[in-house]
């Protein structure tokens, strides 16, 4: 592992300690900000950090963001999509009790796309729908906005706010608004045991790290 990813995993573990106990690690919240921005593409922050998602699309087109490697599952658009809809429907629903950016913005219209849920249990024939037919360049303004918003609400979160449990009510709105298939339940039933804390680990700083590793394994196999 080259050092900028050995740093955030450093990094990922004190914020894993610093979320355990928050009333006596007030630096969770710079910790968080710096790990979410370097998951992120710097022009979702500005933050003047390394960028794991700068690296990953550096060098690619629309036509390799679609493509993928030969006996692959996903595509890097695929990827980003995913990233940016799990993150969009925890930060916002789960975390905030409100409406995730993807209704409130009209961003299905922007993408050009029906298809709403998150993507997980997502079959081959639709990942690859929605590969070719997403709108990259709203794709890419999708997951900045997404961002922003997400570092807008754990700002504004409190240490005993962040030792909540997930409100049972917010999962059931993720099936109202179709975010998640029938198939992906035990994703729900996942969130649905985690503290506000919890989410903040797994899925908008843990989960992109792990899905980024992913797009420049298929950044490589593209040749790219």
Not at 94 to 112: I, S, T, Y
Not at 152 to 158: A, D, G, M, R
Request: proline share 4%; with cysteine.
């Amino acid at each position: 592992m080259d050092p900028n990813r050995a740093s955030w995993n450093h990094q990922q573990h004190l914020l894993q300690r610093a979320l355990s106990v928050p009333e006596k690690h007030p630096e969770y919240l710079s910790l968080f900000l710096s790990q979410h921005a370097q998951v992120h593409s710097s022009k979702m922050s500005y933050a003047g950090k390394w960028s794991f998602e700068d690296e990953v699309l550096n060098g690619m087109d629309d036509s390799s963001l679609r493509s993928f490697p030969p006996d692959g599952e996903h595509s890097i658009a695929w990827i980003l999509w995913h990233l940016a809809r799990v993150e969009d429907v925890t930060m916002n629903i789960l975390v905030a009790g409100g409406e995730q950016l993807l209704e409130r913005e009209g961003w299905l219209d922007k993408m050009g796309t029906n298809i709403k849920d998150t993507g997980n249990a997502a079959n081959m024939e639709k990942i690859a729908r929605l590969s070719q037919t997403l709108d990259i360049d709203n794709l890419m303004a999708y997951r900045i906005a997404v961002g922003q918003r997400t570092r807008q609400i754990v700002s504004q979160l409190t240490p005993n706010e962040l030792r909540q449990k997930v409100h049972p009510d917010s999962i059931i709105q993720i099936r109202l608004t179709g975010s998640m298939v029938a198939g992906a339940s035990d994703i729900l039933d996942y969130w649905s045991k985690r503290t506000i804390a919890g989410l903040l680990l797994m899925p908008p700083t843990r989960h992109c790290f792990l899905h980024l590793n992913e797009a420049l394994r298929i950044k490589r196999a593209l040749k790219i």
